[in-house]
């Protein structure tokens, strides 16, 4: 049974930071692109970042370049995504997807996700 647990979430004021984690089991996490999406109220959800399993390829979304950086642990099956100089606009709940870049409807795996608040 696959299971995916994101943690780091908060509040923080902007301008601060915020260390999400997402660990997984009952996969072979090397063998998966692995990523994060949010999705505000009232929005859909969107890719945030994505490291794709051929060739390590990092993509991120316009909107966070610059400021969030995406790693990968495989020895310890976790996923980060560091999120620095956050903003009002970043405030959503943060879902760890596993097994598809940046198309939400092929995503296989997904976390419950963790919610990030950002305050003006």
């Known amino acids: 049974q696959v299971q995916v647990v994101e943690s780091g979430g908060g509040l923080v004021q902007a301008g601060g930071s915020l260390r999400l984690s997402c660990t997984a089991s009952g996969l072979t996490f090397r063998e998966y692109s692995v990523g994060w999406f949010r999705q505000a109220p009232g929005k859909e959800r969107e890719g945030v970042s994505c490291?794709?399993?051929?060739?390590?390829?990092?993509d991120y979304a316009d909107s966070v370049k610059g400021r969030f950086t995406i790693s990968r642990d495989n020895a310890k099956n976790t996923l980060y995504l560091q999120m620095n100089t956050l903003k009002p606009e970043d405030t959503a709940m943060y879902y760890c997807?596993?097994?598809?870049?940046?198309?939400?409807?092929?995503?296989?795996?997904w976390g419950k996700g963790t919610q990030v608040t950002v305050s003006s």
């Open positions: 997807a596993i097994g598809f870049c940046w198309n939400r409807n092929s995503v296989p795996y």
């Open positions: 490291i794709r399993v051929i060739g390590g390829v990092i």
